[in-house]
C-alpha cells in the first residue's frame, strides 16, 4: 500500500507542478529565473525525489508530534503565549517557514528555536546533516509555487544583501 501511495504522489506531484519539477542535474529552461525588486535568482532547482521521501519519514519520526502530520501546525499558531512563546506553525504555504532562506532554516532545526519562538528543540545532535537537508525538501513540496520561488530567491541571493 505504502508503494502505491508513494507512486501516487510522485505522479500528483509531476503533474501538480508542469513545467516547474525539473529532475536535478537537468537544466531549468532560461526563461525559469526568479526576478524580485529587479535581483534576479537562478531558476529554482528541482527536488530530489529520494530527498523528500528520506524528508517525508523524518518528518513523521521527528517534527509531526509539534509540527502536525500534514505540516498543519497548531491552532492559533500566530497567537503569543501567556508566557511569551509561540505555538509550533504550519510549514505549509500558509506559515511562514517559506520566508526564510535555507542556511536559517536549517539552523534551526540543528540548533533549536530561540526561547520565545516556543522552544523549539535542537536536532543537530539526532539527525544528520543528510536528514536535516530532506526534512527542509520534504517541507517544500507543501509551498505553492510562488512560495518556493520566493523561497528560492531569498536563498540563493541573500548575499546580495548581507556581507559574510
Known sequence: MNKWLGLTLIIVLLIGSAGTLVWRGQA???????????VTAPPVPALDLDEVALGRAVYARSCASCHGAELEGVPDWKRIQPDGTLLPPPHDSRGHTWHHPDALLLKIIAEGGKPEDGNMPAFGGTLSEDEMHAV??????????????FQWWITSTQNAFFEP
Request: aromatic fraction near 8%; glycine fraction near 8%; charged fraction near 25%.
Open 136 to 149: 527542509l525538501a520534504f517541507i517544500k513540496t507543501s509551498w505553492g509555487q510562488e512560495e518556493r520561488e
Open 28 to 38: 531549468a529552461p532560461a526563461d525559469a529565473s526568479v526576478t524580485i525588486n529587479g
